[in-house]
T-cell receptor, first 113, second 118 residues
Framework: NAGVTQTPKFQVLKTGQSMTLQCAQDMNHEYMSWYRQDPGMGLRLIHYSVGAGITDQGEVPNGYNVSRSTTEDFPLRLLSAAPSQTSVYFC????????????FGPGTRLTVL | AQKVTQAQTEISVVEKEDVTLDCVYETRDTTYYLFWYKQPPSGELVFLIRRNSFDEQNEISGRYSWNFQKSTSSFNFTITASQVVDSAVYFCALSEWAISGNTGKLIFGQGTTLQVKP
């Protein structure tokens, strides 16, 4: 198993550009989520999904879109990048059991100029 | 509202010292889970431990131990005889169950940067 994979690893955007951060997992996990990590603020939840076709907003959803057309993939779209979206983005997944552990991808470091 | 506080922003110790990382949480939920994750300089997040709200037994895993106290809403992490390889950012996190349901949502603390000097 590859676990949770994220692409790209690094990305530089200009203000106003759009892009999609890819996330995939091969563990057949029901739950997937996106977090952003900023210095001094820990990780904050952007969007999450409890299954294919079902998504919901987390703590900081503005400026981001998600969809979950398959169990495996959970892409995060930046519609019009802003410097405030400069961050490290982590995708995570977990199985459906109550005590199942959440596994994180390696992260994507995004810089918006 | 749910919240996780790691008041120690940075800790620096010399190798072989013991160090305790503090974590205080707030939740209205009666069923919840607490976690510790390690983020080494390479950047990935490594799961260390999960504890549910009904299990207040302390846990020891090698040089690591965890002290969960519901009375003080704390879930502290102690590294005994620290090593340079323990240098990392450590995050405490909370997952609520009864109120939020099984969503997999984690609420993270701000993180504590631990530097272990040789």
């Amino acid at each position: 198993n590859a676990g949770v994979t994220q692409t790209p690893k690094f990305q530089v955007l200009k203000t106003g550009q759009s892009m999609t951060l890819q996330c995939a997992q091969d563990m057949n996990h029901e739950y997937m989520s996106w977090y952003r990590q900023d210095p001094g603020m820990g990780l904050r939840l952007i969007h999450y999904s409890v299954g294919a076709g079902i998504t919901d907003q987390g703590e900081v959803p503005n400026g981001y879109n998600v969809s979950r057309s398959t169990t495996e993939d959970f892409p995060l779209r930046l519609l019009s990048a802003a410097p405030s979206q400069t961050s490290v983005y982590f995708c995570a997944s977990k199985a459906g059991g109550r005590t199942d552990t959440q596994y994180f991808g390696p992260g994507t470091r995004l810089t918006v100029l | 509202a749910q919240k996780v506080t790691q008041a120690q922003t940075e800790i620096s110790v010399v190798e072989k010292e013991d160090v305790t990382l503090d974590c205080v949480y707030e939740t209205r939920d009666t069923t919840y889970y607490l976690f510790w994750y390690k983020q080494p300089p390479s950047g990935e997040l490594v799961f260390l431990i999960r504890r549910n709200s009904f299990d207040e037994q302390n846990e020891i895993s090698g040089r690591y131990s965890w002290n969960f106290q519901k009375s003080t809403s704390s879930f502290n992490f102690t590294i005994t005889a620290s090593q340079v390889v323990d240098s990392a950012v450590y995050f405490c996190a909370l997952s609520e169950w009864a109120i939020s349901g099984n969503t997999g949502k984690l609420i993270f603390g701000q993180g504590t940067t631990l530097q272990v000097k040789p």
